[in-house]
């Protein structure tokens, strides 16, 4: 039986938050993925996935994760992660994503850095 | 890598099935937890050994289609590091001709994968990787 992730989607006026809960393997990883190309076709540039309810994900769910970001740095928009436990981050920063997303403690804060760079 | 006799250790046969590799880990989980190491570390180790499995399940292409994992607690006397071995029996690959992914480059790709080596060895403190025709064996340590 495979683990299945959940997903619910908040819009607010500047960013869709995307709140998972669950393991992000490469089904989670294509589900996440289902759901923000829903959003950047209905013109959704700003994308924030809280990952307060993941405790784990894996490369694969990771390099779709890394689809998103590809996708989204060509229509000019921006990914943003928040709420992730110290591995997952410290796995994001060993794979270079702070680099291409922005990596925030909480979801205020992370609100606050998409306000602030628009 | 040195290794003696383990103070504990488990040892389990997985078969390569969908989400098998969350079986393993918390095989992993439970010995580090039952030493006391930190939540942080048994997370990483938890991220390291899912990584390890998922590995040998995709990439090993053995036909006895099983995973031997081994957690083990090494120490003189009290449990100072948690080794985990995860051993397939497929086909091998040279570790050391495995390019090293960067996120510049894989943006750019068709293939956006080939992380797992590069996570493991950035989460445990000790990794080895021994691999032949006849299988591969990655041990990985982390220091309690």
Redo the contacts between chains.
């Keep these: 039986?495979?683990?299945t992730l959940k997903l619910t989607l908040d819009r607010r006026e500047e960013v869709a938050v995307i709140y998972t809960e669950g393991?992000i393997?490469n089904q989670g990883g294509e589900e996440i993925a289902r759901v923000a190309y829903e959003l950047m076709e209905q013109g959704q540039k700003n994308l924030l996935l809280h990952l307060g309810g993941t405790?784990?994900?894996?490369?694969?769910g990771?390099?779709?994760l890394?689809?998103i970001?590809?996708k989204i740095?060509k229509i000019d928009g921006r990914l943003g992660f928040c709420s992730l436990?110290?591995?997952?981050e410290?796995?994001f920063h060993?794979?270079?994503?702070a680099?291409?997303a922005g990596i925030y403690s909480d979801e205020p804060a992370a609100l606050e850095g998409f306000a602030a760079s628009s | 890598m040195v290794r003696g006799a383990p103070l504990q250790e488990v040892t389990l046969k997985l078969p390569m099935l969908?989400?098998m590799?969350?079986e393993a880990?918390k095989a992993a989980t439970s010995m580090a937890e039952a030493i006391e190491m930190s939540p942080?570390k048994v997370?990483?180790v938890?991220?390291a050994v899912?990584?390890a499995c998922?590995n040998a399940f995709e990439h090993s292409g053995a036909v006895h289609r099983e995973v031997t994992l081994n957690v083990a607690v090494l120490g003189k006397s009290a449990a100072e590091k948690l080794c985990i071995t995860v051993q397939d029996s497929g086909g091998g690959f040279e570790p050391d001709s495995v390019e090293e992914?960067?996120?510049?480059r894989?943006?750019k790709a068709e293939r956006?994968?080939g992380?797992?080596l590069?996570?493991i060895r950035?989460?445990m403190d000790e990794v080895e990787i021994r691999s032949s025709k006849s299988g591969t064996t990655v041990v990985m340590c982390k220091l309690r």
Excluded: A, F, H
């Design positions: 039986m495979t683990e393991y393997n405790k784990i994900v894996n490369s694969i990771i390099s779709i890394i689809e970001i590809e740095i436990t110290p591995t997952i410290k796995t060993i794979m270079g994503i680099q291409y | 969908p989400d590799e969350i880990s942080d997370d990483e938890r991220m899912v990584e998922i992914p960067s996120l510049e894989k943006l956006k994968r992380w797992g590069k996570i950035g989460l």
